[in-house]
């Protein structure tokens, strides 16, 4: 059985950082493009960051840029999400994806739609 298995989540002040993980277990996601996304309190859920199966691309989303970096460990079967300048925003239930298409580009790594394997999510609460 497949399974992601984030963790890392928390309680943090404003500016502070926090760094989540994704822990595959069932297979190798070593050539599987992944993803994080978020769901805020009252909102979709929506795209963070992805990364290639080769962890050579990285896409973000604009409100993140320069604040998270998303990398990936193969030989763990892990991702990661780096996060800083935390903003009371940034509140949610964020979530590890990975998808079993070959995607690479920024027009397909965003979507929803395309990842295959879901986590359950850690939740992630900033304070102003």
């Known amino acids: 059985q497949v399974q992601l298995v984030e963790s890392g989540g928390g309680l943090v002040q404003a500016g502070g950082s926090l760094r989540l993980s994704c822990a595959a277990f069932?297979?190798?996601?070593?050539?599987?493009?992944m993803g994080w996304f978020r769901r805020a309190p009252g909102k979709e859920r929506e795209f963070v960051a992805a990364?290639?199966?080769?962890?050579?691309?990285?896409y973000y989303t604009d409100s993140v840029k320069g604040r998270f970096s998303i990398s990936r460990d193969n030989a763990k079967n892990t991702v990661y999400l780096q996060m800083s300048s935390l903003k009371p925003e940034d509140t949610a239930v964020y979530y590890c994806?990975?998808?079993?298409?070959?995607?690479?580009?920024?027009?397909?790594?965003?979507?929803?739609?395309?990842?295959?394997?879901w986590g359950q999510g850690t939740q992630v609460t900033v304070s102003s």
């Open positions: 994806a990975a998808s079993y298409l070959r995607i690479t580009t920024a027009q397909l790594m965003p979507i929803e739609n395309n990842y295959n394997y």
């Open positions: 069932g297979r190798a996601f070593s050539r599987n493009p």
């Open positions: 990364i290639t199966w080769s962890g050579d691309t990285t």
